[in-house]
């Protein structure tokens, strides 16, 4: 979380997956549970998985999580079933407000969006594939009277 120079509150979270650059989960994993596809999606194999959770305390987002179930780890797998058949994947498909995007990630970054937060400097090592978009500042119509 940052506070900028008016004093507002800016948060920035990621609760799943953000298929990182150098992923610490495929970096930690002794059982080899994960993998990366050549379009930088990270995929997790769960019949390997020992449930060891070295994946979840390595991720400085804390994407994988443990299945209650199973005992094992779940995480997003960007719905590559849907991008291979050319279609977005579930969560940018049904956010209402279109604050989710599929880029191209090895375009420039557009003017409106930055790749690292200030204060969240582990990102720079795992370098996740996602780019914020930087909020617009609202204006406010106040009606007199």
Same mark, same amino acid.
């Given at each position: %979380? $940052?506070? $900028?120079?008016?004093n507002?509150v800016?948060?920035?979270?990621s609760l &799943? =997956? $953000?298929?990182c650059? $150098?992923? @610490? =989960?495929?970096?930690?994993?002794k059982?080899?549970c994960? !993998?990366k596809?050549r +379009?930088?999606?990270?995929l !997790?194999n769960?019949?390997? #998985?020992s449930?060891?959770?070295? #994946?979840?305390? &390595? #991720?400085p987002?804390? &994407?994988?999580?443990?299945n /209650?179930?199973?005992?094992?780890i779940?995480?997003?797998?960007?719905?590559?079933?849907q991008? +291979?058949?050319?279609?977005?994947?579930?969560?940018?498909?049904?956010?209402?407000?279109?604050?989710?995007?599929?880029?191209?990630? %090895?375009?420039?970054?557009?003017? !409106?969006?930055? @790749?690292?937060?200030? +204060?969240?400097?582990?990102i720079?090592?795992?370098?996740?594939?996602?780019?914020?978009?930087?909020?617009?500042k /609202?204006q406010?119509?106040?009606r007199?009277g």
């Amino acid at each position: %979380m $940052n506070i $900028n120079k008016e004093n507002q509150v800016l948060g920035f979270l990621s609760l &799943a =997956c $953000n298929h990182c650059i $150098n992923p @610490e =989960c495929i970096r930690v994993c002794k059982e080899k549970c994960f !993998y990366k596809r050549r +379009d930088g999606v990270v995929l !997790y194999n769960s019949q390997r #998985c020992s449930g060891c959770q070295r #994946c979840i305390g &390595a #991720c400085p987002f804390q &994407a994988p999580k443990v299945n /209650p179930r199973t005992k094992k780890i779940s995480k997003c797998d960007f719905c590559f079933k849907q991008l +291979d058949q050319g279609l977005e994947p579930t969560c940018v498909a049904s956010c209402i407000v279109g604050a989710l995007q599929v880029i191209d990630i %090895m375009q420039p970054i557009p003017v !409106y969006a930055q @790749e690292t937060l200030p +204060d969240f400097s582990i990102i720079q090592f795992t370098k996740p594939s996602i780019r914020i978009i930087l909020p617009k500042k /609202p204006q406010c119509f106040w009606r007199k009277g």
